[in-house]
């Protein structure tokens, strides 16, 4: 499970991106993490942003893409975008409310991401 292209953060997608097609060249990679980064802006523009709601299974936010420092910036990213137009929801409960977490529980978390809590 990975977080959907929308919502990443240009280093997350670029690591996606050189997992999943090895054989592209940097300027290809490169070109292809800029589109997609180009279609976010469209939700995270001032003047007239677009709303988004979005389910995310639990696995999405707890499966580390690449090093420490990516996924923690990753979660601080959805956790900016739920706080503006974006609404995420749990999977297990999509009908529930928003994930709203304070920014102490997002601490709390990164914590644990870069502790290796959630390695497989």
């Known amino acids: 499970m990975i977080i959907p292209g929308l919502l990443q953060t240009a280093d997350y997608a670029r690591t996606l991106d050189r997992t999943y ?5 940097d300027s290809e990679l490169d070109r292809r993490v800029e589109v997609r980064m180009r279609r976010q802006a ?13 389910v995310l299974h639990e696995a999405a ?4 893409v690449g090093d420490r420092r990516i996924m923690p910036a990753q ?8 706080a503006g ?4 929801r749990d999977s297990k409960h999509p ?3 928003a994930l709203v977490f304070a ?3 997002w601490d709390v978390f990164e914590a644990a991401v870069r502790s290796g809590a959630f390695d497989s």
């Open 103 to 105: 920014p102490v529980d």
């Open 21 to 25: 097609f090895q054989n592209d060249t």
């Open 85 to 88: 137009h974006v609404g995420v």
């Open 95 to 97: 009908s529930g409310p």
């Open 42 to 54: 469209v939700v995270l523009r001032n003047r007239k942003p677009a709303n988004a709601f979005v």
């Open 61 to 64: 936010i707890r499966t580390r």
């Open 75 to 82: 979660l601080r990213h959805l956790a900016h975008l739920a």
